[in-house]
């Protein structure tokens, strides 16, 4: 019995030995250990690890927050940041614009050309309705336009050109009434369609019929908004990039994300502004949605007015708030800015007479409507009539310019 304990005790101790020196003096020639298991896998389906298509999107910065994405090579929608003619959306990834139709055997559009509102670009129907006043189309120099855009982490922004041109001026509409009526000229009449591309707001659908000299102003948000920008400016519409601006009442009453608010610094609102001029290109200032207590509050509205200014664009106040600091503010700094002399919604027929009074007083006049199927209709009816009073419907862009020389 003795024998055989000691017997197991030696055998233990060999195969504790043994233990001991795999562990300490691992056979080179062995690999790292190796679990197999049978894993059925389902027919059609792949094991490969997920590539860039497999990746979850990286998130834009959330509504009414002030934390803007950090700088990255990838733009603000988890794409590489797009160039003109191309469509930027919110909510998904950089798609680019689908090819005009052309004539049999014409040379295909570039993407700059795209963006410059070239004529080829598919018109909205009916707009342009004869307007002799504007040029359709308003082709620019591919090359110029290049030059107007700069790239930056959330998408193309605009910038004064190397040649000292200005958005402002380069996709304004073209029209013989430019500047201050002279004597025996008709007086100028601007009018801006408000309220396209804003929450839960109407399509650029809503313009056809229009004269190709009213102006649309269109918001950040939506889809495809490159391409209905590009179909208004072909059809000889000027447009306004329209950003939202906190109202008195806010959070009770919200503009959308992005909104720029009195509560953050400078350089939190300037990173939202440029979201939101990241959305497309090809428009000649910016236009305000909502904004009683942030165009009150000076020391918010300055910044903003500022890289307005420095980006080549002009401002419109929709005069929806008296207590603005916009005007004092642009005239220190040399923005091209107006407001809005009369807001049509409401009673539109009063409201174009009242308009009407005012151009024969000063020389022109401003009119801002919301997008409204009944009261685009009217606009269009009034317009045609326009000629027999003496009065011409320009571009906005026409209209500032105008006034500024009275």
């Given at each position: 019995m003795k024998a055989l304990v000691v017997a197991a005790s030696i055998v233990f101790l060999v195969l504790g030995l043994g233990a001991a020196g795999l562990a300490f003096f691992p056979d080179p020639d062995a690999g790292e250990p190796v679990v197999v298991l049978d894993v059925a896998v389902p027919e059609g389906a792949s094991l490969e690890p997920a590539g860039a298509e497999g990746q979850a999107e990286p998130a834009l910065p959330p509504p009414n927050s002030a934390q803007a994405p950090a700088p990255t090579e990838a733009g603000a929608n988890g794409d590489v940041t797009p160039p003109p003619g191309f469509a930027v959306d919110p909510a998904s990834p950089v798609q680019p614009l689908p090819e005009p139709q052309k004539a049999p055997g014409a040379a295909p559009s570039t993407p700059m050309q795209q963006a410059s509102g070239d004529a080829t670009t598919a018109s909205i129907e009916g707009s342009v309705g004869g307007d002799a006043s504007v040029d359709s189309g308003m082709p620019d120099d591919p090359a110029k336009v290049a030059a107007l855009v700069e790239q930056s982490q959330y998408g193309p922004l605009p910038k004064v050109g190397p040649d000292g041109k200005r958005p402002a001026e380069v996709?304004?509409?073209?029209?013989?009434?430019?500047?201050?009526?002279?004597?025996?000229?008709?007086?100028?009449?601007?009018?801006?369609?408000?309220?396209?591309?804003?929450?839960?707001?109407?399509?650029?659908?809503?313009?056809?019929?229009?004269?190709?000299?009213?102006?649309?102003?269109?918001?950040?948000?939506?889809?495809?908004?490159?391409?209905?920008?590009?179909?208004?400016?072909?059809?000889?519409?000027?447009?306004?990039?329209?950003?939202?601006?906190?109202?008195?009442?806010?959070?009770?009453?919200?503009?959308?994300?992005?909104?720029?608010?009195?509560?953050?610094?400078?350089?939190?609102?300037?990173?939202?502004?440029?979201?939101?001029?990241?959305?497309?290109?090809?428009?000649?200032?910016?236009?305000?949605?909502?904004?009683?207590?942030?165009?009150?509050?000076?020391?918010?509205?300055?910044?903003?007015?500022?890289?307005?200014?420095?980006?080549?664009?002009?401002?419109?106040?929709?005069?929806?708030?008296?207590?603005?600091?916009?005007?004092?503010?642009?005239?220190?700094?040399?923005?091209?800015?107006?407001?809005?002399?009369?807001?049509?919604?409401?009673?539109?027929?009063?409201?174009?007479?009242?308009?009407?009074?005012?151009?024969?007083?000063?020389?022109?006049?401003?009119?801002?409507?919301?997008?409204?199927?009944?009261?685009?209709?009217?606009?269009?009816?009034?317009?045609?009539?326009?000629?027999?009073?003496?009065?011409?419907?320009?571009p906005v862009s026409a209209a500032i310019h105008a006034q500024r020389q009275i």
């Open positions: 996709y304004a509409a073209q029209t013989r009434y430019a500047g201050k009526a002279a004597p025996g000229e008709p007086v100028r009449i601007a009018i801006l369609v408000e309220g396209i591309g804003l929450p839960d707001g109407v399509t650029m659908d809503v313009i056809k019929g229009l004269p190709a000299s009213v102006s649309v102003a269109c918001g950040a948000y939506g889809r495809n908004l490159q391409e209905w920008i590009l179909k208004a400016r072909s059809a000889g519409h000027e447009v306004l990039l329209q950003i939202p601006l906190e109202p008195e009442n806010y959070p009770a009453t919200d503009p959308g994300p992005h909104t720029l608010l009195t509560t953050l610094p400078p350089e939190e609102n300037l990173k939202r502004l440029q979201w939101l001029m990241s959305r497309y290109t090809g428009y000649v200032g910016l236009t305000n949605h909502m904004g009683a207590k942030f165009e009150a509050t000076q020391a918010s509205l300055a910044p903003v007015l500022e890289e307005v200014k420095a980006r080549g664009l002009l401002f419109v106040d929709d005069g929806s708030v008296k207590a603005s600091t916009g005007g004092q503010i642009a005239s220190s700094i040399g923005l091209d800015y107006s407001v809005a002399d009369v807001q049509l919604d409401g009673d539109v027929a009063k409201g174009l007479a009242e308009l009407e009074t005012l151009a024969k007083q000063k020389g022109s006049a401003i009119g801002v409507v919301s997008a409204k199927p009944a009261t685009i209709k009217q606009i269009a009816d009034w317009a045609a009539k326009l000629e027999a009073k003496g009065i011409v419907l320009v």
